[in-house]
């Protein structure tokens, strides 16, 4: 049995081209676990197997991988950095015990690494900070550092500095060994421990001084020999201390690298041992049902959360667990939470990326694979049999995107709901319906390139080719007034009838909030409390398709005030009716508004291209909210509809002649111009 101390699972997590996937592969090369440094530009790397992934040079999916350094096990999770499958990452977040958040040291902090720092906020992951490619044109380490704590809001402190930047990039200063690390080498197997350079020897007191201080105000050992004397803590005192600051988020680690030179990665390696929890340093995991907390450990009954379903080549259906407590083997009888049924494992494999190792036990702390599941889902928990468990479920945000599809040969038609089963099995963001007017089948998804992905992968994996139609947008409603309303629902048929009568007021919500507001002020028994859910029931369906354009109301209020029922008519079914009657009667004199979604547009382009840039986001509806200079390059912020959005990263292309960039992210709705027609 395994010592939990040893094991770490971790996640690397950046915007895109911060170069995550070769600080992962760099990692991989220097832990021996492979041979040759795989490159993105090259299209060959272990992480990225997928053919989309090596064509397109960024990460899809969340592919896992073990390794091992200095007899820890390590699980890493290279997450994907575009936007369009930030649910990879939100996936992959809620298994994970610690955190490698990578920055570029030209390009700072950008929108994807926000809303991946605020996705590890939600589910309290530690983290460590690289600041990579320090060997690029621009880098600036002090100022990616600056913007760190100002933007993300975080106590990040350096416990290396680099040595040069740019194409003088060198190494590292140790700052808690105050020493200097070099590389020479070409595939930066070897470094020199060298004394630090004469130039830097003052910014690295500086820079330990802050580090000591910041200590002292977070440990109470560093705390009492910092004031005694400061020459009496050692390297042990400071590996310590970072690492239960860094495990309860009062500190951040901050690194620097230049991956792709091979420079740096191994420090990281260390730190991801020395300050990045084992799975027994998280100390509950939350259980919905029945409520209670559970400590990790390999001797409570089996507790495992399903986080991703795929389908490999040659294994099959394959089903990511991670097991919080107890052991997972093969041959055992698991329950799945959900369905209420019980399967079987048959086999379990450790996960090399692109390759698998079978093994016959997966141990609370540890990540593996099932293979053959059926009727599994991102999310579930797997528990034994007689201790059933529901675990916190995995939360993903609402598609915004939508097309009409069809398959390009009629003979595949029925093929065509196969294959999209098989896809919202493996991928929760899609979502797929029928429209009710055409019967066309509309396939929903969070962006452009993740349902160009989508339909490039029906196509190679599944040998099914689409003719999609025109984009749908995501819109929603929203009341703007509240008004009260009387609603009956009469019926006779001769015997027993129908009769609900409801008394209630409709409007916008106060607090901002998304969904249904549900107010019962019933009072005296005017209705039997038995009834009030099928009264909310109806209203939570009237909300699926708004009065003004078919659209899903983003929000409302409803306060039930009176009512009335027949002694013998009145069924809960009749109160379900009677609320979603009531929505469609009084809906238009709430005045109904059409919200459309907002995207956060970032923009980074050379300087002479501002003029036609700002003039396209201008024509798009855009709004410009903030320009700055980052060195010699220029960065537009705007908040531009999305509807306007669709073919911007190729106009932009043209615009620039290549040399401009575009990160996009979800806003939030505002309320659509009376010119936008749907």
Same mark, same amino acid.
């Given at each position: ?45 272990v ?116 040595i ?31 004394e ?18 910041e ?22 005192d ?33 730190a ?6 084992a ?39 394959l ?15 698991v ?21 698998? *190792? ?17 009727d ?10 007689n201790?059933?468990l ?6 993903f ?53 993740? %349902? ?27 009341f ?59 209203f ?49 004199q ?5 919200? *459309? ?7 980074? %382009? ?17 709004i ?6 980052k ?48």
């Amino acid at each position: 049995m395994k010592r939990l101390s040893l094991n770490r699972n971790i996640g690397i997590m950046a915007h895109v081209d911060a170069g995550k996937t070769t600080v992962t592969e760099r990692m991989l090369y220097y832990t021996g676990l492979t041979h040759k440094m795989g490159s993105v530009d090259e299209g060959n790397t272990v992480m990225d197997s997928d053919p989309q992934e090596e064509k397109r040079g960024i990460t899809i999916s969340s592919a896992a991988i073990t390794t091992y350094w200095k007899d820890h096990q390590i699980n890493i999770i290279d997450t994907p950095g575009h936007v369009d499958f930030t649910a990879e990452v939100e996936r992959s977040l809620r298994i994970l015990d610690g955190g490698i958040v990578v920055f570029c040291a030209k390009s700072g902090v950008q929108p994807q690494s926000e809303t991946v720092w605020r996705q590890a906020d939600k589910y309290g992951v530690p983290r460590i900070i690289l600041i990579n490619k320090m060997d690029r044109q621009g880098a600036d380490f002090n100022r990616v550092l600056k913007e760190v704590r100002d933007v993300l809001h975080t106590n990040a402190v350096p416990v290396q500095l680099p040595i040069g930047a740019e194409d003088n990039f060198s190494g590292i200063i140790d700052l808690i060994n105050m020493q200097a690390e070099v590389w020479n080498s070409e595939d930066g197997k070897q470094y020199d421990i060298v004394e630090i350079p004469a130039h830097l020897l003052q910014d690295a007191l500086q820079a330990r001084q802050h580090l000591l201080e910041e200590l002292s105000l977070l440990d109470e050992q560093i705390f009492e020999k910092y004031t005694e004397d400061p020459l009496q803590i050692t390297a042990d005192d400071l590996y310590r201390a970072i690492r239960k600051s860094t495990l309860n988020s009062t500190l951040t680690p901050v690194l620097a690298a230049a991956a792709y030179r091979n420079k740096g990665v191994q420090p990281l390696l260390d730190a991801v041992v020395a300050y990045l929890p084992a799975p027994e340093d998280i100390k509950t995991i939350h259980v919905m049902e029945p409520e209670q907390e559970l400590t990790v450990d390999t001797e409570s009954p089996l507790t495992a959360l399903a986080f991703k379903i795929m389908t490999d080549e040659f294994a099959g259906k394959l089903t990511l667990v991670r097991v919080y407590t107890g052991i997972l083997r093969t041959g055992d009888t698991v329950w799945n939470s959900r369905t209420g049924k019980r399967m079987r494992v048959s086999r379990l494999l450790r996960i090399m990326s692109d390759k698998f *190792e079978q093994v016959e036990s997966i141990e609370a702390g540890d990540i593996g694979a099932v293979v053959g599941m059926k009727d599994v889902r991102t999310g579930d928990t797997l528990s034994e049999g007689n201790q059933p468990l529901l675990l916190e479920q995995i939360s993903f945000p609402e598609p915004m995107i939508g097309y009409a599809i069809e398959p390009k040969l009629t003979k595949d038609t029925n093929k065509l709901g196969e294959v999209l089963a098989r896809l919202l099995d493996e991928d929760p963001t899609l979502q797929v319906s029928v429209d009710e007017v055409s019967g066309q089948t509309i396939l929903k998804g969070m962006g452009e390139l993740h %349902l160009e992905v989508v339909m490039e992968k029906m196509a190679t994996h599944y040998q099914l080719e689409v003719n999609k139609g025109q984009p749908q947008i995501a819109y929603k409603e929203l009341f703007t007034t509240t008004v009260t309303h009387k609603e009956v629902y009469k019926k006779q048929n001769g015997g027993s009838g129908n009769f609900a009568a409801i008394e209630f007021e409709i409007g916008p919500r106060e607090d901002g909030q998304s969904g249904l507001e549900f107010v019962n002020s019933i009072s005296g028994g005017a209705i039997p409390k038995e009834f009030i859910p099928a009264v909310q029931k109806g209203f939570e369906s009237a909300m699926k398709t708004g009065i003004l354009a078919g659209y899903p109301m983003q929000s409302m209020r409803v306060r039930l005030v009176d009512g009335s029922i027949h002694d013998k008519d009145s069924h809960a079914l009749d109160f379900e009716h009677v609320a979603l009657l009531g929505f469609r009667h009084i809906a238009q004199q709430a005045h109904p508004k059409l919200l *459309e979604p907002i995207m956060d547009v970032e923009v980074t %382009l050379p300087e002479e291209y501002t003029g036609v840039i700002t003039g396209d986001l201008n024509r798009r509806r855009g709004i410009i909210r903030h320009m700055e200079m980052k060195g010699n390059t220029q960065v537009i912020k705007a908040e531009v509809p999305l509807a306007e959005l669709f073919g911007y990263v190729t106009t932009l292309r043209t615009l620039s002649s290549g040399r401009a960039a575009a990160a996009i992210t979800f806003s939030g709705y505002q309320v659509a111009p009376a010119s936008v027609v749907v």
